[in-house]
């Protein structure tokens, strides 16, 4: 099994929508758990990070997290067409002296305008 | 705003071929990260550091090196390029004690012929 596991996609969603983008992960000692949004030829950015079981809202952003299902999830109301990006879900753990990160392959987002 | 700079945005090496690729972060991050970037395998951890002259290899360190003799550079080395290293390389810097973000450089596209 993959440490992260993400539908690589596409996933179309039209605009105004809620694009709704799942991530699983094997280690039960994973701690911490980002988003990234990475755009054609750009590097990835952080848009939201999660370490409670629950939800986390920023904005039109929403991050949950299921521990106990090893499930995290990003949903992204009002979807608009700045929105079309690759995903990546990225899960941090304990690995010696400090803790690596490590990335799901990715799902790819299209919003139809 | 933090910077992390990626010496070349674009290599072009022949096989057998030594390859260095430079990284500086100007954060004062404790942590600093190589990847290299593949369409369909997604970001995939090559070595990462938490400590000047300390390394921890990732999930693919075969045919890599690297070296951390400051704080602020860390370095990938490529002893003998090969073709199946050609990919994008992506490195980032991670402050431990706030949100755990990564912050990534621009990235270096390595060809090798």
């Known amino acids: 099994q993959k440490e992260v596991e993400q539908n690589s996609g596409p996933l179309s969603v039209p605009e105004g929508a809620i694009a709704s983008l799942n991530c699983t992960y094997s280690d039960r000692g994973s701690q911490s758990f980002f988003w990234y949004r990475q755009y054609s030829g750009k590097s990835p950015e952080l848009i939201m990070f999660i370490y409670s079981n629950g939800d986390k809202e920023d904005g039109r952003f929403t991050a949950q997290l299921n521990k106990a299902s090893q499930y995290v999830s990003l949903l992204i109301r009002d979807s608009q067409p700045s929105d079309s990006a690759t995903y990546l879900c990225a899960v941090s753990k304990s690995w010696g002296r400090d803790d690596k990160i490590i990335f799901g392959k990715g799902t790819r987002l299209h919003i139809l305008p | 705003d933090v910077k992390v700079t990626q010496s070349s945005r674009y290599l072009v090496k022949r096989t057998g071929e030594k390859v260095f690729l430079e990284c500086v972060q100007d954060m004062d991050h404790e942590n600093m990260f190589w990847y290299r970037q593949d369409p369909g395998l997604g970001l995939r951890l090559i070595y990462f550091?938490?400590?000047?002259?300390?390394?921890e290899k990732g999930d693919i360190p075969e045919g890599y090196s690297v070296s951390r003799e400051k704080k602020e550079r860390f370095s990938l080395i490529l002893e003998s390029a090969s073709t199946n290293q050609t990919s994008m390389y992506l490195c980032?810097?991670?402050?431990?004690?706030?949100?755990?973000?990564?912050?990534f450089g621009e990235g270096s596209r390595l060809t090798v012929l």
């Open positions: 550091s938490y400590d000047v002259k300390m390394k």
């Open positions: 980032a810097s991670r402050d431990r004690g706030r949100t755990g973000e990564l912050f």
